[in-house]
């Protein structure tokens, strides 16, 4: 039985990392790395450390190279990513969002410069023992669309920052993958506070460098832009 100690071990080390790897529209999975750009941790479900590398806007296998399909969702319905296997560690799940400019689509765009504006941060239960996020051990993280977004193809970026070593700089662990959508039934409200990947945060954000367990924080500060809201 010793034997097998180590295959064990090195799986556990697998299973603590993960992946975004298909769109989720009304709860339904359209296929693994078909509407999501494949990332470069396809396969280790390892993160991205260094909020300053290109990796941090949508950690791609290799830019350029677009998603196959782009899926059809509809403002003020719910959207999301399936997780493989699931979201293993503490911290906060992010929603954002770039909308293709004029002559590109969410095909062809690259989502570089001041573009991206969130739509959902999480905020922690705060006073226990340790900060604790209600998206631990989620495998659909999803996100209702602003129903007043305007129509269009956009880029659509999930991110979990794993804070369990995050006292450290560096530690924080970002697992983000990019889907490319068209929204209909949209409205006219445009985004304000975009920002650009890498460019939105800093390796010493209080929201990425910080010690979750000791003492307890009583508070939490999301990293990046305010949540656009219609
Ligand atoms: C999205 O809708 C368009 C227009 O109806 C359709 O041509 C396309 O195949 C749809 N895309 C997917 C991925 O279903
Ligand atoms: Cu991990």
């Known amino acids: 039985m010793r034997f097998f100690y180590p295959l064990l071990a090195a799986a556990a080390v697998v299973e603590a990392h993960y992946?975004?790897?298909?769109?989720l529209v009304d709860g339904k999975a359209t296929g693994d790395w078909t509407a999501v750009r494949k990332t470069k941790n396809w396969q280790n479900n390892?993160?991205?450390?260094?909020?300053?590398?290109?990796?941090?806007?949508?950690?791609?296998?290799?830019?350029?190279?677009?998603?196959?399909?782009?899926?059809?969702?509809t403002a003020g319905s719910s959207v999301g990513f399936q997780a493989n296997p699931d979201i293993y560690h503490p911290g906060p799940l992010a929603f954002y969002m770039a909308k293709a400019?004029?002559?590109?689509?969410?095909?062809?765009?690259?989502?570089?410069?001041?573009?991206?504006?969130?739509?959902?941060?999480?905020?922690?239960?705060?006073?226990?023992?340790?900060?604790?996020?209600?998206?631990?051990?989620?495998?659909?993280?999803?996100?209702t669309l602003p129903k007043c977004l305007p129509n269009g193809d956009y880029l659509f970026r999930i991110e979990h920052i794993g804070l369990h070593v995050a006292q450290s700089t560096g530690g924080a662990q970002f697992y983000i993958s990019c889907g490319q959508v068209t929204v209909t039934g949209g409205g006219s409200k445009s985004p304000t506070d975009l920002v650009a990947f890498p460019g939105a945060y800093k390796a010493t954000d209080p929201g990425i460098l910080i010690n979750i367990n000791y003492p307890v924080p009583t508070s939490y500060t999301n990293p990046g832009p305010k949540v656009f809201t219609c």
Request: net charge negative; glycine share 10%.
């Open 101 to 143: 400019p004029a002559g590109k689509t969410a095909a062809t765009f690259d989502g570089s410069g001041p573009v991206w504006f969130k739509i959902y941060e999480e905020q922690p239960t705060v006073g226990g023992q340790s900060l604790t996020w209600s998206s631990n051990g989620l495998k659909t993280p999803s996100v």
């Open 19 to 23: 992946t975004f790897s298909s769109v």
């Open 46 to 73: 390892g993160p991205v450390t260094d909020v300053t590398s290109d990796d941090i806007r949508c950690f791609e296998l290799s830019p350029g190279t677009a998603a196959s399909l782009t899926a059809n969702v």
